[in-house]
Each structure stands twice: as structure tokens, then as C-alpha cells.
């Protein structure tokens, strides 16, 4: 993980713009997961994100979606992972409990997401982007015990959660539709409760 990367706000804030210019949500094809970075203007678009949902739903509001579900996607993976591998009591009760919050909303996320009319699919899959855990770090993190998987699971976990608070901020500047707000605000306040209350 990168946390803490100069001009990461600004980093976010782009990505979800780039993401709604580019009409991301509703790509043709899904990216592999060769491992290499791919930016967000990689995608391409079979329709318009207006034509794609209901009126009150903009650009920024189907990017932030997909977005969020892939990164909530990648993060309940690796949640999973603690009672088999991790060695903190604490941590592992922790990840508990952040793993049934993520599932929570991915039910949530995909109902919105459902009533825009886009595919269910993740444009992210294999990209390299803040909040989001790369090949190298998935592989380390499937292939540690103990208190270095605990290490791994903390420094994940810290980056997504903080970008995900972030990210959510950024929807509620651009975003529109006030179901997606709504979600956007919850996600950014859980994430920012599972934040101060990791152990460490």
C-alpha cells in the first residue's frame, strides 16, 4: 500500500472525475489482471452515464459506485483472510466486523448500481489505484501467517479505509443523486469509525 502519497486527495478527486468524462460505467470490456497499472481514461464506453440510470443520477455518482464496489470487492477478500492467518485476537474481532459492514454495503452498492441498468461487472479488476491492494501486495498478504500478515492486514486496511473516507467526500461535492449521496456519506462514516477504532 501507498498511504499517504503526495497530492492524494487530488489524486482521488481526479479519478472520479476521469471516471464520470470518460463514462466508465458502462465499459465493453473488463480489464485483465495482468498486473499492469491501468488508469481510469482506459476504459471504454458503449453508452452515455446519463443514459444509464435514472435523471438523478450523474456521471460522478456511477463512477464513485463502481469504483466503491470494487474496492469493497478486494477489501472483503482480504478481510476473510484474518482467522485463518492473522495472529490478533483483536485484530481478527476487528476484521470481523468490518468484513460484515463491507458485505452490507456491496449488498447496498449493488442495488444502486442495479437501478442505473449497468452491468454488474469490474472495470477496476487489475488496476493499480489508491485504496486498492496491487498483484504483489494480494500475493504477500495470501502468502503471510501470524504477525506479519497482521502488519499486511493493518497497513491494507489503513489505505482503503482512508480513501474510501475520502473518496466519499469527493462524491458529496459532485455527486447528485441523494440515494447515492446518502450511501456515499454512510460508507464515508463507517470507514472512518473502523479507522479509529483498529487496533494496533
Known sequence: MRLGRPGTTLVLAATLSALAVCGCAGPEERT????AAATAADSPTTSSPTAAGPGTLNPTDL??????LAMDE???HILELAP??????ELKQWAAKVAK???????????LLTATGVPDTNPHEGHDMPGMV??????ALEAAEGQEFDRLLRSALRDHLTHTERM?????????DPKVKQRAASIGQSASDHLRRMPQ
Do not use: I, V
Open 74 to 76: 478486494q477489501a472483503l
Open 168 to 176: 466519499s467526500g469527493e462524491q458529496q461535492k459532485a455527486g447528485s
Open 84 to 89: 485463518g492467518s492473522g495472529a490478533g485476537p
Open 32 to 35: 485483465g489482471t495482468s498486473g
Open 63 to 68: 463512477a464513485w459506485l463502481q469504483l466503491q
Open 134 to 139: 496491487n498483484a504483489t501486495e494480494l500475493r
Open 101 to 111: 459492514s463491507h458485505r452490507a454495503d456491496l449488498t447496498a452498492l449493488r442495488k
